[in-house]
């Protein structure tokens, strides 16, 4: 069955560092992946998406995530972390039924909670 | 355009109590889910609907059921609550099956 790897669970970085959230997912065809934010009793809000084309996706807030097919993986970066940053990031694929899974559904991984430094 | 709308937002009950959680949206979307989320494992699919007229199980379907009322609005509902439905509930809509999902601000429901 599908599934999504966040080995990390909590990340620590200071303020204007730079930031890598690592995502692994088990899939044996082109994946739909996305990479979702939620902030501490809100909703998820979704920062990049990846269907095509350009393994480079650029997202909101200075986000931006590759697509790397030979290693499984869609790790999400930003050049320079903010305290606003501060939340838990989730990343997901799309279920798809030839492996296994619900038609068209999300996936999520157990996500990664980043905490910024002063 | 609100996007996806929730109600309660918070709610307490005693185990065996019933209710029904409401989810709207205003965006025109085909499809729309019902996600749980504890602690530690993200986020869980409990029932989904592809279409209006349409739901099928998710990952947890047991001790819920869902209603497609029309287009804009998908309910869930727990018959019997049990202190393991303990959670924060999501909504979220999608054009499609397979495009990107919009959540909404989520309902913590707790029960004692």
Redesign the interface.
Known sequence: AQSVTQPD?HITVSEGASLELRCNYSYGATP?L?W?VQSPG?????LL?YFSGDTLVQGIKGFEAEFKRSQSSFNLRKPSVHWSDAAEY?CAV?SLRDYGG?????I????TKLSVKP | NAG?TQTPKFQVLKTGQSMTLQCAQDMNHN?M?WYRQDP??????IY?S?SEGTT????VPNGYNVSRLNKREFSLRLESAAPSQTSVY?C?S?E???E???????TRLLVL
């Open positions: 669970i739909y996305f979702y809100q909703g998820l809000q979704l998406k989730f799309v619900s038609q068209g559904n999300l999520f991984g157990k996500g | 996806v499809s889910y530690g494992m993200g986020l869980r699919l989904y592809a099928d199980k998710g990952e999501f979220a999608s499609d099956i397979q990107t999902q919009y959540f909404g601000p989520g």
